[in-house]
């Protein structure tokens, strides 16, 4: 799969894309909140059946990607980053769009997903049509002792 829209070009990803995964979690995700996972859990996870990985680019540098997993059906949105040089440039938007209709073409009749407590990524997840339906209380345990909760997110694809 390769799209191409507003010069954001999406992709279906593999495990030869996980260096490019961790260095845009390294890049994304402030380590202060413990967040991103690390290549072996990536690894481990797209072993699994019913999972796929989005990989995002604009003028053919690294964008962002995202990461999604179906179970029966329903899919789970496990991580979804963008590179800090290109946000709020549509990127984000692209990738869920992309996973929402992929989950849609896989028969999922919803998608979950799950966010630390002041992501800025909420509104985006929230303009999608995700309604909080749950919270992970000192979920996220990052660096020197930060704690973080968790909210879970859903949405409907019927």
């Known amino acids: 799969m390769s799209t191409v829209l507003n010069m954001i070009e999406l992709r279906?990803?593999?495990?030869?894309?996980?260096?490019?995964?961790?260095?845009?979690?390294a890049e994304a995700f402030?380590?202060?909140?413990?967040?991103a996972w690390t290549r072996g859990q990536c690894?481990?996870?797209?072993?699994?059946?019913?999972?796929?990985?989005?990989?995002a680019s604009i003028q053919g540098q690294p964008a962002g990607f995202?990461?999604?997993r179906l179970t029966v059906d329903e899919v789970e949105l496990l991580l979804l980053a963008?590179?800090?040089?290109?946000?709020?440039?549509?990127?984000?938007?692209?990738?869920?769009?992309?996973v929402l209709g992929d989950a849609q073409d896989r028969g999922a009749v919803a998608m979950h997903l799950e966010v630390?407590?002041?992501?800025?990524?909420?509104?985006?997840?929230?303009?999608?049509?995700?309604?909080?339906?749950?919270?992970?209380r000192a979920y996220y345990?990052?660096?020197?002792?930060?704690?973080?909760?968790a909210f879970t997110y859903r949405r409907d694809l019927l």
């Open 12 to 25: 279906s990803g593999t495990t030869a894309d996980l260096a490019l995964v961790e260095t845009l979690m």
């Open 30 to 35: 402030d380590p202060r909140f413990g967040e």
């Open 43 to 55: 690894l481990g996870i797209m072993a699994l059946p019913g999972v796929w990985l989005t990989i």
């Open 66 to 68: 995202a990461l999604s």
């Open 82 to 98: 963008t590179a800090p040089a290109v946000r709020r440039r549509g990127v984000g938007a692209a990738l869920l769009r992309s």
């Open 116 to 136: 630390r407590d002041g992501n800025e990524a909420i509104k985006l997840y929230r303009n999608a049509g995700f309604v909080k339906v749950g919270q992970r």
């Open 141 to 149: 345990r990052g660096n020197a002792g930060l704690v973080s909760d």
